[in-house]
């Protein structure tokens, strides 16, 4: 029975650090990206309604859509920012082809006055699952 345990011990090992290097491995081809938008004040609650909906549609509709979360600067209202996660480039470039991120594209073009795209790189990839699970678990 010592061998026993001792085998799946071994195994179960092995099956953790083959997960940890495939999820590294995933999170090493991520793409983040960092959208800074300045928004024209006349249009910012029709660009935030149109906003809302795309993010929503693409984080539902596209699986290589880690993440878009909107938010806006408090003191500054038309000052936008979009963190973008996805699972890899060319997950990002397939979003750029979908019908809610072109209808997004199209009728806010008139509505921004500025947009800076940043690419960005983890820090500490390692802790993003946890992040994730942290703020399903809160929403209980």
């Given amino acids: ?31 983040v990206r960092l959208s800074e938008i300045e928004i024209d004040p006349v249009h910012l609650d029709e660009y935030k309604a149109i906003l809302k909906e ?32 996805y699972a890899d480039r060319a997950a990002y470039e397939q979003h750029l082809k979908t019908a809610h991120f072109q209808k997004y594209k199209t009728t806010t073009l008139n509505m921004v006055k500025a947009l800076k795209l940043v690419d960005m790189e983890s820090i500490d990839a390692s802790t993003m699952p946890l992040l994730f ?3 399903k678990e809160d929403r209980r």
């Fill in 54 to 85: 795309e993010s929503a549609a693409s984080v539902k509709l596209e699986p290589g859509v880690i993440a878009i979360f909107p938010m806006y600067q408090k003191e500054n209202p038309t000052s936008v920012r979009i963190l973008e996660m």
């Fill in 133 to 135: 699970r942290k703020v």
């Fill in 1 to 31: 029975m010592n061998k026993q345990n001792t085998l799946l011990s071994f195994l179960v090992s092995i099956l953790m650090v083959g997960s940890y290097q495939t999820t590294s491995a995933q999170q090493q081809n991520m793409m």
